[in-house]
């Protein structure tokens, strides 16, 4: 799972970051260079992939790292 997300991430980027570089981080996602724009069309991707949906009016600090998302998701 954390393979598919880091590509999500990727494509979220228009392909600035590798998923490979994604997996590698040890920093936020947002310390890659991940903007807003990014970080809603990751949301996006995830939520129509994933069929869940994502409270932007909660927590959502989960969204900072590939293992935090799908941390999140396995318990959806």
Excluded at 15 to 25: D, F, I, R, S
Excluded at 49 to 68: H, N, P, Q, R, W
Aim: with cysteine.
């Amino acid at each position: 799972m954390k393979e598919r997300l880091a590509q999500l991430v990727s494509e979220s980027c228009d392909g600035q970051l590798t998923p490979a570089e994604v997996l590698a981080a040890s920093v936020p996602l947002s310390y890659l260079g991940v903007t807003s724009l990014a970080q809603m069309r990751l949301i996006d991707a995830v939520e129509r992939e994933y069929d869940v949906e994502i409270d932007l009016g909660a927590d959502v600090s989960f969204l900072d790292s590939v293992g935090g998302l799908a941390d999140w998701l396995a318990t959806r």
